[in-house]
């Protein structure tokens, strides 16, 4: 795939759509691609689909036309999913993905398949936002796409810290701020700002976190009661996981949380010793060499002790 105007040659009406609880890079990838088409592709009739995000994202234009929930019985051309690994991971599209005549995945996950007819997948990319922009034309790019596009790379490289930085996204993302986006709000208001319920929510966890194979491997989980004493929910805890690894001696940080009764999501972070990937997928997941994720049956204690396990195996 050379750039997008090969994927919507004929295309009438477009659906796009990122993953479950989406994150800074799925919202910013699917909103860049949405405004994208309504700015050059007036032909095209175009939705985009996502759960409730949170409202740290609130700087992007036109969130409210977001659509929650499939249409009964809507039939698209095309159906474009972004930042999406796995089948398992489609969010409210799940439906009309199924139904619709051709789709394609534009993605980074190195653990990505090729979950659609045409797949478009950049494993060293930082995000899909990275891989989003290089099929874009930069002349056709508006400033709210702008905006977007950086919001979802500065979310998926950690503010340019993690080891998915290059600097081919270095380039990218100066190019972006070139066109005069509010770039220093964008990683204050979205990233970096926590409410307080948040804040508690941290502490609470990082004070009941405990230490694994001498100190090398950092854990903790949160229950449904724990959410609800401090009034969050899983779109809240973005964060936690990453304070958790920066713990000093630490090679890899695990982290629960309930989805359901005995049903916990995962997440994982190395700090480049293990391959938390290969952990995820052992386990049903996905996701990169130094961040992954999977969701696991089980006590929080049984399923601890797995993950613990398998990072054990990673780091012998």
């Known amino acids: ?80 999913l972004l930042d999406v690994s796995s089948l398992d991971r489609i969010g409210v599209a ?17 653990t990505n398949p090729g979950i659609a007819m045409v797949n478009h997948i950049v494993p060293d990319a930082s995000s899909a936002c990275e891989v989003l922009f290089d099929l874009m034309e930069k002349e056709r790019i508006s400033k709210a796409a702008a905006s977007a596009l950086y919001t979802g790379i500065v979310h998926d490289c950690g503010v340019f810290q993690y080891s998915n930085t290059s600097s081919k996204t270095m380039e990218t993302a100066g190019w972006l701020m070139d066109q005069g986006i509010p770039f220093t709000r964008i990683i204050e208001d979205s990233f970096f700002k926590k409410s307080y319920n948040q804040n508690r929510m941290m502490g609470y966890v990082l004070m009941n976190s405990s230490l694994y194979l001498e100190g090398r491997c950092i854990g903790a989980s949160v229950t449904k009661e724990d959410m609800e004493r401090f009034g969050t929910q899983a779109r809240d805890l973005d964060g936690i996981i990453n304070q958790m ?47 992954a994720g999977c969701t696991l049956d089980g006590t929080p204690e049984e399923i601890m002790k797995k993950l613990v396990d398998a990072v054990k195996q990673q780091l012998n």
Do not use: Q, W
Request: charged share 30%; aromatic share 10%.
């Open 1 to 80: 795939m050379k750039k997008l105007d090969e994927i919507l040659k004929g295309v009438k009406s477009a659906a796009i759509a990122g993953h479950v609880n989406p994150d800074g890079d799925c919202v910013g990838s699917c909103m860049a691609l949405y405004y994208y088409l309504a700015d050059n592709y007036k032909e095209i009739h175009a939705d985009v689909y996502l759960e409730e995000m949170r409202p740290v994202f609130g700087h992007l234009e036109r969130l409210d036309e977001i659509k929650k929930e499939a249409d009964p019985g809507k039939k698209y051309d095309l159906v474009i």
């Open 94 to 110: 799940g439906d009309i993905f199924e139904t619709a005549d051709r789709t394609v995945c534009i993605d980074h996950h190195i």
């Open 245 to 291: 690894r920066l713990t000093e001696g630490v090679e890899a940080a695990l982290f629960l949380y309930a989805l359901d009764e005995n049903r916990y999501k995962v997440s994982m972070r190395s700090n480049g010793k293990a391959d938390v990937s290969a952990i995820a997928m052992s386990f049903g997941g996905g996701g990169h060499f130094m961040a």
